[in-house]
């Protein structure tokens, strides 16, 4: 009996350890969606974008910039005709995003306490995840899923 409770005991002292204090990543209800869709372009005044050719957008609010760090393979958008030029290749007429390729639908990134940190679309593939970088900050990693046939 001693043994079991040990064990338990052990248990939930390495899961609570591994858990760590990950970001959340949630989709957002249709409602909230539709708002951060309705004006593409107007999205450059409030917010930092980045992107991976073909794979995905990020939307960094202005004043979290600092809070959530990516990897070199995010592309910035440096100006707003590049932004324009972005939207005009990829958005369709219903306001659907980067239309090559099957999309998750804007999906809002929080920190631990649930503040929000950005806005990610990504391939359904592919996974995405939030974790500490230090006391301040949060990484996001993204893992592009190969799917190739025999």
């Given at each position: ?10 248990s ?21 969606a539709?708002s ?39 592309v ?75």
């Open positions: 009996m001693k043994k079991l409770a040990c064990l338990i005991l052990f939930l002292i390495l899961l609570s350890g591994c858990a760590g204090n990950y970001g959340k990543i949630r989709n957002l209800p249709p409602s909230e539709q951060l869709t309705n004006n593409f372009e107007a999205l450059w005044d409030n917010y930092d974008i980045r992107f991976i050719p073909d794979r995905a957008l990020l939307l960094i609010p202005k004043d979290s910039f600092d809070r959530l760090r990516v990897s070199d393979a995010w910035m958008v440096a100006n707003r005709l590049t932004w324009q030029d972005l939207i005009r290749r990829n958005i369709t007429g219903d306001g659907n995003p980067l239309t090559w390729f099957p999309m998750t639908g804007f999906r809002k990134i929080e920190d631990p306490s649930g503040n929000l940190l950005g806005f990610i679309t990504h391939a359904r593939q592919d996974l995405v995840s939030v974790r500490p970088e230090t006391d301040q900050t949060m990484r996001l990693f993204y893992s592009i899923t190969q799917i190739s046939g025999p």
